[in-house]
Nanobody, 124 residues
Framework: QVQLVESGGGLVQAGASLRLSCAAS????????MAWFRQPPGKEREFVIA????????YYADSVKGRFTISRDNAKNTVNLQMNSLKPEDTAVYYC?????????????????WGQGTQVTVSS
């Protein structure tokens, strides 16, 4: 089992930056693919960004390309999401997810572990 805990959410104005963190604990010895998903109000959960275990491969949703960056520190079992130039449409609950498969996926049900989520609200 792996436990994931997100932090760093909050209320910001459009154009601002925010950094989310995800701390993993438990069976962190496996090589997990990590990702961030988000669920806007009244909508389904959607893929945001993912990173391979080595950090050498990343995959972004078109909506965040050029604005969001993902990074990981395997020694500290953390994954970070740097969000720049935030827009009101980025408002959502952001979830950290882990996948035991080494192949990056943008499909929520292909991830094995989830955090509880952290709220990000961007005002116009």
């Amino acid at each position: 089992q792996v436990q994931l805990v997100e932090s760093g959410g909050g209320l910001v104005q459009a154009g601002a930056s925010l950094r989310l963190s995800c701390a993993a604990s438990g069976r962190t010895g496996s090589r997990y693919t990590m990702a961030w998903f988000r669920q806007p109000p009244g909508k389904e959960r959607e893929f945001v960004i993912a990173i391979s275990w080595s950090g050498g491969h990343t995959y972004y949703a078109d909506s965040v390309k050029g604005r969001f960056t993902i990074s990981r520190d395997n020694a500290k079992n953390t994954v970070n999401l740097q969000m720049n130039s935030l827009k009101p449409e980025d408002t959502a609950v952001y979830y950290c997810a882990a996948r035991t498969n080494s192949i990056i996926s943008d499909t929520p049900n292909e991830y094995d572990y989830w955090g509880q989520g952290t709220q990000v609200t961007v005002s116009s």
